[in-house]
């Protein structure tokens, strides 16, 4: 993976929370870093910062095109500009995030690249007795054909992409609804889709593993 | 208002009018003394002459209206002379003509005489006339000539003006456009010019400016404001309840932060009117929408939606800022709501009413319900609803709210 981010601290956060996830990770702070590590190296993830001290991220995208095979790219940004979103999908990225954001949200999105990429499109995930088929927008338990609305699907993908830690309410209720802030703090919404799956999960003879975690938000762990 | 070529043509024919009334009286009454005093030379001259004769006992004969003598009797008679412009009936012309006389009573070898001379001033009069009339024609062809070669001149002067004029009220600060200023050879038409090109340059720059301190400061907000958030979270998957609960503290206000930085960045835009890209939208579409995605509230409160949208509500403006605009309301309405309640969304092609029932025992002051950062519950920013004021005020929208027992009502009208 490349992270290319001009603010130390977020880079540091970056590689080390990935690094936690087996991924080899190179840093650039400045475009002129980047591309060379584009040269000499081939990556399957690149996370870019559009405000780069010299100069703007999305420049870089041509030049990954043409160095890099078989990449996956995020686009991060402070600006909530349209324009930019549109430029960056435009010229080839695969997703886009604006500042502030929830690492769970970018860890989910990461996954989803790689899964597109490394299982060539294989749409299966395994979480122990939970299938999830994401082309057929089935989820089996054992064998067993859950009935899922739309939300809870999304929702059983995300815990499981980010299995074993916290995800608070907030960062759920924004990878469901785009936005958390139409809630105010009126989570009960929330709730409801928590309980639901739970609770289908569970009946299907599934094992609970939708942690509460008190006044926070939940945990998808077998632990 | 009157437009300057108009002021000064009617000052112009006022003083006009003025000046030639003063100059009519001035030849006139010159004319006039001079006729008379012709006259009254005249006169005194055929006086003369027939005193003259009295004296030398001729006898002279009365020929009205041209000279009268009489003999006076008697011997207190005063003497005097004098002149005077009479009118007599002429019997040849059948009309009043005008004359001027000279009386006197005077003693002539012991006796006394009273003497009337006239002389007809009628030519004179007549040529007067004449006269009068023939100015008066001439000045008024005058008038109108330099009338109209005064309006023509004027327009010709001020047409490159009166195209400045146009340029500037074309000038839109927004869509950085230039003012094209004609030339002129006049002092200060130029002088104007200059000022003004100077003035819209510095405005521009300073309103661009403006827009990027604004927007760079936000943004520059919003990177540390990450950062708290991701590392408030990293502590967050501590096992440790209290100190997970007190990284989640610091997670939900950078998020409020952030959330209020947008926010606050939003209605900086509005104000310096950033319109965005304007087209006409129909907002009964972006109704829909909201709808939809606010359903699962709308459900757990069990509000009762009534959508009665009759005619398309379609309006110039920027398709996100109408998404804000009704997101803004609908969050309101539902969030001010009592469990069961109701939301009501009526539009015509005119208006579009929001209606809905809210929370027992709660007040609302509709006076400063738009103020920023009036909140109903500490949790809200409290900025939905000034954001929703800045929004109507920018495009030309107008609203209007009014509440009922229980219920309170939004109307946007055009």
């Known amino acids: ?223 | 208002m009157k437009k300057l070529i108009q002021q000064s043509n009617k000052q112009f024919l006022i003083l006009i009018t003025i000046l030639l009334s003063a100059c009519y009286l001035f030849i006139f009454s010159g004319l006039n003394y001079y006729i008379n005093h012709e006259s009254d030379e005249k006169l005194e001259n055929d006086e003369f002459r027939i005193v003259q004769e009295i004296k030398k006992n001729r006898k002279v004969s009365s020929i009205y209206p041209i000279a009268e003598i009489e003999e006076l009797i008697g011997s207190n008679h005063k003497i005097y002379k004098s002149l005077k412009s009479e009118y007599l009936f002429d019997e040849y012309d059948q009309e009043m003509e005008p004359y001027r006389v000279l009386r006197s009573i005077q003693k002539i070898n012991g006796n006394f005489y009273k003497i009337t001379v006239r002389q007809s001033t009628i030519e004179q009069k007549d040529l007067l006339i004449t006269l009068g009339v023939a100015i008066s024609g001439l000045f008024v062809l005058l008038i109108l000539i330099l009338f109209f070669i005064n309006n023509k001149l004027s327009h010709k002067l001020w047409k490159p003006f009166y195209h400045n004029l146009s340029e500037l009220e074309k000038f839109d600060l927004q869509n950085n456009s230039k003012l094209n200023l004609i030339e002129s050879n006049i002092t200060e038409f130029e002088q104007l010019n200059r000022s003004l090109k100077s003035f819209s340059t510095k405005l521009v720059n300073d309103y661009q400016n403006l827009k990027e301190f604004t927007e760079n400061a936000s943004h520059e907000i919003q990177t540390p404001l990450s950062i708290i958030q991701l590392n408030a979270e990293e502590l967050l998957q501590e096992s440790d309840e209290e100190k997970s609960q007190k990284a989640y503290a610091i997670y939900k206000s950078a998020k409020r932060l952030s959330s209020l930085n947008h926010k606050l960045l939003l209605l900086s835009k509005l104000d310096n009117q950033q319109k965005g890209i304007v087209k006409e939208v129909n907002f009964n579409h972006i109704i829909e929408e909201q709808i939809n995605l606010l359903l699962g509230l709308i459900e757990l409160k069990n509000i009762e939606v009534i959508l009665n949208l009759k005619e398309k509500f379609i309006h110039p403006i920027d398709v996100e800022i109408v998404e804000i605009l009704i997101s803004n309301l609908l969050s309101n309405a539902i969030n001010h709501n009592k469990n069961n309640g109701f939301i009501q969304i009526e539009s015509t092609n005119k208006e579009i009413k929001f209606s809905n029932s809210t929370k027992e025992n709660v007040s609302i002051n509709t006076d400063k319900i738009f103020n920023r950062f009036n909140k109903f519950n500490s949790d809200s920013v409290g900025l939905g609803l000034s954001i929703v004021l800045k929004i109507i005020n920018l495009y030309n929208l107008s609203i209007d709210v009014s509440k009922k027992d229980g219920e309170i009502q939004f109307i946007i009208f055009k």
């Open chain 1, 1 to 223: 993976m490349l992270i290319v981010e001009d603010e130390l601290d977020l880079q540091n956060y970056l590689f080390d929370y990935f690094r936690k996830s087996d991924f080899v990770i190179y840093t650039a702070k400045t475009k002129f870093e980047a591309e060379d590590l584009l040269l000499i190296n081939q990556f399957d993830i690149i996370l870019l910062d559009i405000s780069l001290p010299d100069g703007s991220g999305l420049d870089l995208i041509p030049i990954i095109k043409d160095q890099q095979k078989d990449f996956g790219s995020i686009i991060l940004t402070a600006k909530d500009s349209i324009d930019d979103k549109i430029e960056g999908l435009d010229l080839g990225a695969d997703d886009y995030l604006t500042k502030p954001f929830h690492i769970a949200e970018l860890n989910s999105r990461v996954k989803a690249i790689i899964r597109r990429k490394k299982y060539q499109n294989q749409t299966l995930i395994q979480y122990h007795e939970i299938s999830v088929d994401i082309d057929r927008i089935e989820v089996k338990v054992n064998d067993e054909i859950l009935n899922l609305t739309n939300k809870e699907f999304d929702l059983l993908i995300y815990l499981i992409s980010n299995q074993d830690r916290v995800l608070t309410k907030e960062s759920i209720a924004e990878h469901l609804w785009s936005s958390d802030t139409v809630f105010f703090d009126n989570f009960d919404v929330l709730y409801a889709q928590i309980k639901n799956l739970r609770k289908k999960i569970t009946a299907a003879g599934g094992s609970n593993y939708l942690k509460t975690i008190h006044g926070i938000g939940y945990k998808f762990t077998d632990k």
